[in-house]
């Protein structure tokens, strides 16, 4: 008789009850890997869901920024994003066609253009948060809201630790313009 208990999942799949001794991968893979695999997973979902939107997610990336920051400017939102200043131009211009940002000149420096939500963008913000409330219950939705938080914290802990800018995703450093 095995030490390792299995509880069954809903399907039918089995997973140990224990997890492995720390510093050793279990049969699904160690902490990196499962933080790779669900964040692909959780990724991919989240496009699909602003894909209703129309967004994609680097879109919808930008929108949180600006109203966090309204009044930045093209470069150091490319900056803060981690994107090359020539690939956020045509970023941002999309978004600008659609009605969601404009572009208006810095009143401190008249050679620079501030980005501002539009009052569409603010709209579709609002929808934007609804879906990542969704989403964010229907990927956490075997956990306690004490797991969840406790997950978070943890999360939040190593991105310091690896030294991620909060809240931008590190795939905008790749981003072409749409």
């Given amino acids: 008789m095995s030490m390792d208990r299995e509880a069954t999942r809903p399907g039918g ?12 991968p279990g049969p699904g893979g160690g902490a990196a890997f499962l933080l790779a695999q ?20 680097a879109q919808a990336g930008l929108l949180r920024l600006l109203v966090q920051n309204p009044g930045r400017s093209q470069r150091e939102l490319a900056d803060a994003l981690g994107m ?8 941002a211009d999309g978004l600008e066609q659609r009605g969601l940002i404009e572009r208006r000149r810095n009143a401190e420096d008249r050679r620079l253009y501030a980005l501002h939500l539009t009052d569409q963008g603010l709209a579709l913000l609002g929808r934007l948060r609804d879906t990542a409330l969704a989403h ?24 310091a630790q690896q030294q991620l800018t909060p809240g931008v995703h590190p795939g905008y450093r790749t981003l072409r313009g749409r």
């Fill in 38 to 57: 669900l964040g692909a997973h959780a990724a991919e979902r989240f496009a699909q869901r602003i894909a209703e939107l129309d967004l994609t997610p």
């Fill in 136 to 159: 964010e219950q229907d990927v956490t939705q075997s956990l306690t809201p004490e797991e969840h938080a406790q997950l978070t914290a943890l999360l939040t802990r190593i991105a």
């Fill in 13 to 24: 799949d089995k997973r140990p009850d224990t997890p492995p001794p720390a510093g050793r």
């Fill in 84 to 91: 090359p200043p020539s690939r956020f131009v045509p970023f």
